[in-house]
Structure formats: structure tokens, C-alpha cells
């Protein structure tokens, strides 16, 4: 199976920062966009950022103007600044990779817990 490799994830205080950074296998080809998505309990996963091999990014609300996600296509990663985190930041997050034609591949989680 594809493996994404997942790092970053800690215990944070509220208003502070960290980054997630996730690396696609090599073997992938084709990769359309990679991003990070995440899960609370009892709620559905959803999109905090990606972004597109073309350099296209795409935001949650909930964390618009506190983060900033970035990729390397050759290297094949993606890397999510959190700054200013707030205690509903909390959850599981997900690396995504969604490559040609429909693949999506998605990593194992690290958990995020913002402290007050």
C-alpha cells in the first residue's frame, strides 16, 4: 500500500504555531494536489488545506489567515504552517494525496491537541 508519511503533530499551546509536514512515496506519479484534512471527535472529517501541483490553494475558513500550506512537487511533499491555533484546531489530521486519474491516498494521522 501507499504510504504517507506523517509528522508534526504535538501538544500545543492555544496562540501558538506548529507545522505538519507529509511525503508522498516516490513511486507516486502524477500527483494533482496534496493536502491535509482533519477529524474531531464525533465530527466529519473535513478540509483544513491543500494545494494543487499548479500552486493553487484551497483554505477552510476556519483557518483562513492563521495558516499557510506549501508543496514541493519534486520532492513530493507538503508542509501546513498553523499559527494563532485556537482549541477547536484539535483533532486527528490527515495528509491527502489525490493523484491521476482518481486516486486519493490518505496518511495513518497525527493528532494536534491545542492546550489553554
Known amino acids: 500500500q501507499v504510504q504517507l508519511v506523517e509528522s508534526g503533530g504535538g501538544l500545543v499551546q492555544a496562540g501558538g504555531s506548529l507545522t505538519l509536514s507529509c511525503a508522498a512515496p516516490k513511486n507516486i506519479f502524477g500527483i494533482a494536489a496534496m493536502g491535509w484534512y482533519r477529524q474531531a471527535p464525533g465530527k466529519q472529517r473535513e478540509l483544513v488545506a491543500e494545494i494543487t501541483s499548479g500552486g493553487i490553494t484551497n483554505y477552510a475558513d476556519s483557518v483562513k489567515g492563521r495558516c499557510t500550506i506549501s508543496g514541493d512537487n519534486a520532492r513530493k511533499t507538503v508542509n501546513l504552517q498553523m499559527n494563532s491555533l485556537k482549541l477547536e484546531d484539535t483533532a486527528v489530521y490527515y495528509c491527502?494525496?489525490?493523484?491521476?486519474?482518481?486516486?486519493?491516498?490518505w496518511g495513518q494521522g497525527t493528532q494536534v491537541t491545542v492546550s489553554s
Open positions: 491527502k494525496v489525490r493523484a491521476f486519474p482518481r486516486n486519493d491516498y
